[in-house]
T-cell receptor, first 112, second 112 residues
Framework: EAGVAQSPRYKIIEKRQSVAFWCNPI?????LYWYQQILGQGPKLLIQ????????DSQLPKDRFSAERLKGVDSTLKIQPAKLEDSAVYLC??????????FGPGTRLTVT | GNSVTQMEGPVTLSEEAFLTINCTYT??????LFWYVQYPGEGLQLLLK?????DKGSNKGFEATYRKETTSFHLEKGSVQVSDSAVYFC???????????FGGGTRLMVKP
């Protein structure tokens, strides 16, 4: 079974630029999550989708972050404009059951 | 709100030593508890879980017991190997949804 795919794996941008990340969940997984993991910290949930609807986006900085999952399969997370403090690894995860989330390898973003 | 506190690392052990990584939590109700592991260059993987008080999760020689009276879920292994070197994250999921709250992670380094 293929795992959660993410691209790109690494991205370096200057502050005030925009960036987008892509995630393809495991086939059949209705729930998709985006997490932000700042160096030395645990992952923090940004947004959770159930099919193409948003379940929880309470910790998403909506002035600069947006995410969509138009067809209920793959998803994109966008940051516009980026700030230095957005430097982090962005993790995508998907789940079928309530208990186990499967994580992708992440996208490491560096904002200079 | 929910929170997870785990011991800071790095934890450095010799091969075949006994491992304990402490984890305590704050949550309302009866959350489910998890340990995730992140090997170098890879995504988070579920290591073990426990869904109710006194449950013991186990996998690959690792164990953790859900202790409601002490709100703890300490990770243990009797004899670590070099291949266990990774970052370990304790997490909880409350019963309101599928949102995971992570601790800050503990880096384990096992030397031959």
């Amino acid at each position: 079974e293929a795992g959660v795919a993410q691209s790109p794996r690494y991205k370096i941008i200057e502050k005030r630029q925009s960036v987008a990340f892509w995630c393809n969940p495991i086939s059949g997984h209705a729930t998709l999550y985006w997490y932000q993991q700042i160096l030395g910290q645990g992952p923090k949930l940004l947004i959770q989708f159930q099919n193409n609807g948003v379940v929880d986006d309470s910790q998403l900085p909506k002035d600069r972050f947006s995410a969509e999952r138009l067809k209920g399969v793959d998803s994109t997370l966008k940051i516009q404009p980026a700030k230095l403090e957005d430097s982090a690894v962005y993790l995508c995860a998907s789940s079928l059951s309530l208990y186990e989330q499967y994580f992708g390898p992440g996208t490491r973003l560096t904002v200079t | 709100g929910n929170s997870v506190t785990q011991m800071e690392g790095p934890v450095t052990l010799s091969e075949e030593a006994f491992l304990t990584i402490n984890c305590t939590y704050t949550a309302t109700g009866y959350p489910s508890l998890f340990w995730y592991v992140q090997y170098p260059g890879e995504g988070l993987q579920l290591l073990l879980k426990a869904t109710k008080a006194d449950d013991k999760g186990s996998n690959k020689g690792f164990e953790a017991t859900y202790r409601k009276e002490t709100t703890s879920f300490h990770l243990e292994k009797g004899s670590v190997q070099v291949s266990d070197s990774a970052v370990y994250f304790c997490a909880l999921r409350d019963n309101a949804g599928n949102m995971l709250t992570f601790g800050g992670g503990t880096r384990l380094m096992v030397k031959p």
